[in-house]
């Protein structure tokens, strides 16, 4: 059996796993207007070269399709994809007692 030859180490961490969080820059509809902006999403397969990512909104492909399962694929290293923003969460005022 022939030897395999890389021009790099292999990663041996993977860059995204299955249920991270991250944000994708695509189409979507937001309060009923379709829009180009970041929309958060989760990471449900990683190949080795390419991440799907699912929404829980719909999505469209550059040409205007809206894509049916709500997944996109893109590139590991593409500038379309980042982790997801943790925001703080506001908490919610008490309720005032009177006495």
Known sequence: MPGL???SVPEEEETYQVGDRVEVFCD???NGERVRDWLE?????????MIAVQF???VYLTDGWMVPDHVLWYPKDSNNVRRALRRRRRPR???VQSE
């Open 56 to 58: 829980q909104q719909n």
């Open 93 to 95: 005022p008490r309720p």
């Open 28 to 30: 979507h509809d937001r």
């Open 5 to 7: 030859y890389f021009t």
């Open 41 to 49: 999403g989760t990471v449900v397969q990683v190949d080795p070269k």
